[in-house]
C-alpha cells in the first residue's frame, strides 16, 4: 500500500439536447467575489455605426445575446487557461498558424 494520492478520472457525460451544442462567435469575461464568469454570445444583427449622445464619437454597435453563461470557481481558471492553451496549440499545428482556416479574428474577450 502507498501514501500517494489516487488519481481522479472525471467522466463527463452531456445531456443529448446538449450535444450539438450553440455558436458563439464572442465571448466576455468577469468575476464576482467566488466565481469567474464566462458570457458565450452571438450577433444577432449587422453592425451598424453608431454615435455616442455624450461624446459624440463613433462607433461601431454590434447586437449581441448571450446563448451561454458558465460560472467557474477561481480555482479552475488555471486549468481551464492549461486546456485552452494545449487545444489552441494543437489547432495551430493542424491548421497552419494562428486563427486558423475557419478563423475571422474577431471573436472578443474581455472583462
Given at each position: 500500500?502507498?501514501?500517494?494520492?489516487?488519481?481522479?478520472?472525471?467522466?463527463?457525460?452531456?445531456?443529448?439536447?446538449?450535444?450539438?451544442?450553440?455558436?458563439?462567435?464572442?465571448?466576455s469575461v468577469w468575476r464576482t467575489q467566488?466565481?469567474?464568469?464566462?458570457?458565450?454570445?452571438?450577433?444577432?444583427?449587422?453592425?451598424?455605426?453608431?454615435?455616442?449622445?455624450?461624446?459624440?464619437?463613433?462607433?461601431?454597435?454590434?447586437?449581441?445575446?448571450?446563448?451561454?453563461?458558465?460560472?467557474?470557481?477561481?480555482?479552475?481558471?488555471?486549468?481551464?487557461?492549461?486546456?485552452?492553451?494545449?487545444?489552441?496549440?494543437?489547432?495551430?499545428?493542424?491548421?497552419?498558424?494562428?486563427?486558423?482556416?475557419?478563423?475571422?479574428?474577431?471573436?472578443?474577450?474581455?472583462?
Amino acid at each position: 500500500m502507498t501514501d500517494e494520492p489516487l488519481e481522479h478520472r472525471v467522466e463527463i457525460t452531456v445531456p443529448t439536447e446538449n450535444e450539438v451544442g450553440v455558436y458563439a462567435g464572442f465571448a466576455s469575461v468577469w468575476r464576482t467575489q467566488d466565481s469567474f464568469v464566462l458570457d458565450f454570445a452571438t450577433e444577432v444583427q449587422p453592425p451598424e455605426v453608431s454615435e455616442d449622445p455624450e461624446s459624440g464619437e463613433r462607433f461601431v454597435h454590434v447586437p449581441a445575446r448571450v446563448v451561454s453563461r458558465v460560472r467557474i470557481p477561481p480555482g479552475q481558471v488555471w486549468e481551464l487557461m492549461k486546456a485552452l492553451e494545449q487545444n489552441l496549440s494543437a489547432y495551430e499545428r493542424g491548421s497552419g498558424g494562428a486563427g486558423g482556416a475557419g478563423g475571422t479574428g474577431r471573436g472578443h474577450a474581455g472583462s
